[in-house]
């Protein structure tokens, strides 16, 4: 996968923030997925070192059987420290170095993280999204930001994430009986195509498949591909 990234990175919270607040508004949260979407990926990133490594996974699904076809994963300094709300600026330079392993190009990248449901409304996966130009969806764990009624128990139920007025997300049950998950437009894409793409990715468990792969690449560290003995994934 190709990465054009030219952009200068911030070394500072403050620097941080700014950019933040100035990438925000160019977020588009309609639909701009290709037709037919055939791949999906979800992405994650850990730590070593006492954080002063970033290891980041990619795992490249076919959808919609969810199979998957390629991945990567990369070891690189970290460069940014751990701020609440600046999670990205910690993630993301490794993330890239991931997906530009890539030899399938997703359509679609679900990050483990919010997208529109931050304090800023540029979250990890809004973040991704406009720096790659690509349809990225968050699908967060926990709540950052915003206020929500009760989700009822059944799988595919959700209730809007608010603050005040605006509507952030959704908070969605993805399996009956379990916790939900916090899920937000990252970037070229709506909340309700977001919310259906990831029930689509969901069809056992809690967390999507893009983010169960992607987790468990993560936080091996090793090499345990997810690929079947007939592919071979690029490692890094």
């Given at each position: 996968m190709e990465i054009a990234f030219t952009q200068s990175w911030p070394s500072s919270v403050p620097e941080a923030i700014a950019l933040q607040r100035r990438l925000a508004p160019q977020v588009v949260t309609q639909d701009d997925l290709p037709e037919p979407m055939t791949t999906v990926a979800g992405v994650d990133a850990g730590f070593e070192d006492q954080g002063a490594t970033t290891r980041a996974a990619v795992v490249v699904l076919s959808f919609p059987d969810l199979t998957?076809?390629?991945?990567?994963?990369?070891?690189?300094?970290?460069?940014?420290?751990?701020?609440?709300?600046?999670?990205?600026?910690?993630?993301?330079?490794?993330?890239?170095?991931?997906?530009?392993?890539?030899?399938?190009?997703?359509?679609?990248?679900?990050?483990?993280?919010?997208?529109?449901?931050?304090p800023r409304r540029l979250g990890i996966a809004c973040h991704l999204g406009l720096l790659l130009d690509?349809?990225?969806?968050?699908?967060?764990?926990?709540?950052?930001?915003?206020?929500?009624?009760?989700?009822?128990?059944?799988?595919?139920?959700?209730?809007?994430?608010?603050?005040g007025q605006e509507r952030l997300g959704a908070v969605l049950r993805s399996r009956t009986g379990t916790k939900p998950l916090y899920i937000s437009a990252g970037h070229r894409i709506s909340l309700e195509r977001a919310i259906a793409?990831?029930?689509?990715?969901?069809?056992?468990?809690?967390?999507?498949?893009?983010?169960?792969?992607?987790?468990?690449?993560?936080s091996s560290g090793t090499r345990q591909s997810a690929l079947g003995d007939s592919q071979q994934g690029r490692l890094f």
């Open positions: 998957p076809i390629d991945e990567a994963l990369v070891r690189q300094p970290t460069r940014f420290p751990h701020v609440p709300g600046l999670l990205s600026f910690r993630e993301v330079p490794a993330i890239l170095a991931a997906l530009s392993q890539l030899r399938v190009d997703p359509d679609v990248i679900l990050c483990d993280g919010q997208g529109l449901a931050h690509r349809p990225t969806v968050g699908v967060a764990k926990s709540r950052l930001v915003g206020t929500h009624g009760e989700v009822p128990s059944e799988k595919g139920a959700w209730v809007p994430l608010m603050d793409l990831v029930l689509q990715c969901t069809p056992k468990y809690r967390l999507p498949e893009t983010t169960r792969y992607a987790d468990r690449l993560a």
